[in-house]
């Protein structure tokens, strides 16, 4: 069955760096572009960055612009998302998909707090 298993995620301060981690299994990962999106308490579920199947073209939300870089190992069915310059309202649950598929993991927080 499609598994997704988020992990990465921890407590930084404004400004650190995490990366987090996608590993995937249970479908052909090198078919499919690839979405990480994150929930904050209260808000709905949003897109954060979105890469294409092979990891030739990226797109991301406004709001983490040149602060994150989605990236994948197709080798390893893993998609990644680096997260420099973080600030506190990137404080969520962040979670991956595989696009059309209706399938989540269990997500990974993310803190970001002094």
């Known amino acids: 069955q499609v598994q997704l298993v988020e992990s990465g995620g921890g407590l930084v301060q404004p400004g650190g760096s995490l990366r987090l981690s996608c590993a995937a299994s249970?479908?052909?990962?090198?078919?499919?572009?690839m979405n990480w999106y994150r929930q904050a308490p209260g808000k709905e579920r949003d897109r954060v960055a979105t890469?294409?199947?092979?990891?030739?073209?990226?797109t991301y939300a406004d709001s983490v612009k040149g602060r994150f870089t989605i990236s994948r190992d197709n080798a390893k069915n893993t998609v990644y998302l680096q997260m420099n310059s973080l600030k506190p309202e990137d404080t969520a649950v962040y979670y991956c998909?595989?696009?059309?598929?209706?399938?989540w993991g269990q997500g990974t927080q993310v803190t970001v707090s002094s």
């Open positions: 998909n595989a696009n059309s598929l209706p399938y």
């Open positions: 249970g479908f052909t990962f090198s078919r499919y572009r």
């Open positions: 890469i294409t199947s092979t990891g030739g073209s990226t």
